[in-house]
């Protein structure tokens, strides 16, 4: 059994956090896990690449880091066609699940890992250290019971390979993911709820700077197609528009009306700034954006991704709450983005995050 300390004079361990590449929220929900970890003395080395990479290097110039390829996925611009294109994208996935699991082997004999934690990246597991892998989605969503029983049985298949797993969502009341963090079926391996995971520090009260802040991420191309919707909407806003376009290292600029500003990347403090200076939130409803939202109860309009159940169902679940504002990519934004300033905000009581002590008192 190994046991991880934290305290005093005991031992500090060299943890490994790698967090998969299907958009920026997996890196973004790392990064307090890398501070919690930091603070309790641990060497972290990052495994990432493109985007991600960026990202976590620029949060963390001083960590080392190593190139851990990605799994490339590609959306497609038609929402009926996208689960035909993860499936004909799932040998490729399959094929890197079992290379990074092959790479984790060797990895840790060189730099002598001794933990390692996995957001949603199915191949890092090994029986000589810990591994933890940290999800929202224990069950994935599908249009058919029959399928998405399947896609449970094939995730717990992978999840199950794991020492522990995470869930940041609480365990019970406010549930923020409801069905998709509390199924009826658990895994078998021993499950911990972390509560929220933001990257964000308490609540800021500061003046309005902007009428609308939008943060895209994503994969392609649907991140450039809700940008290009978006640009068309903020020529006939009332008010200041500032984009964050989700594209950490990239330099190149675009087009943009007058009152439209336009950043390729913020940085965690940067961007809790602008959360705080802006009205609204505009952004995908991805799981991350909807923990950061919710901590710094800004009124948001999360548009799901077209064909990414997840978010979909996401969307349902905070409208019907009141938490968000949510609407379709392909309806009128214009209108939307006007009932959303009517709409009565609620957000729920969300306690405080468990992240510390999960971390404090890391048992196997």
Known sequence: MCRLYFEQNLIFKHVLVAPLDWGLGHATRCIPIIKQL????????????????????????????VELFGYNIRYTAQKRLLPLKILWQSPNILLTIQKEHRWL????????????????????????????????????????RWLERLMQLINYHFVNKFSACWVPDFEGGNTIAAALSHPKHLPKV????????????????????????????????????????????????????????????????????????????????GMQRVFAESKFVVSRCGYTTV???????K?????????????????KHLFAQQWCYCCQQDEDLAYHFGQAEKFAYQWPVLGESLLNAAISGLVF
């Not at 009124?299 to 969307?315: D, F, S, V, W």
């Open 38 to 65: 930091q603070n309790a003395g641990c060497n972290v080395t990052i495994a990432a690449s493109g985007k991600t990479l960026a990202l976590l290097s620029a949060e963390f110039p001083t960590l080392n880091t």
């Open 105 to 144: 082997k060797k990895l840790i004999q060189e730099r002598a890992i001794d933990l390692v934690i996995s957001d949603n990246r199915f191949g890092l597991h090994t029986k000589n250290v810990p591994c933890i892998f940290i999800t929202h989605q224990l069950l994935i969503k599908v249009p058919y």
């Open 190 to 269: 021993p499950l911990k709820y972390i509560g929220p995971v933001s990257r964000f520090g308490p609540v800021e009260n500061m003046p309005f700077k902007y009428d609308w802040l939008v943060v895209l991420s994503g994969p392609e191309p649907q991140r450039t197609i809700l940008e290009n919707k978006i640009l068309l909407v903020a020529e006939h806003l009332a008010g200041a528009v500032l984009l964050v376009r989700g594209k950490p290292g990239d330099s190149t600029s675009i087009d943009s009306p007058a009152n439209c500003t336009v950043l390729n990347h913020v940085s965690t403090a």
């Open 291 to 297: 923990m950061e939202v919710l901590a710094q109860h």
């Open 299 to 315: 009124k948001a309009i999360l548009i799901p991704t077209p064909g990414q159940t997840e978010q979909e169902y996401l969307a």
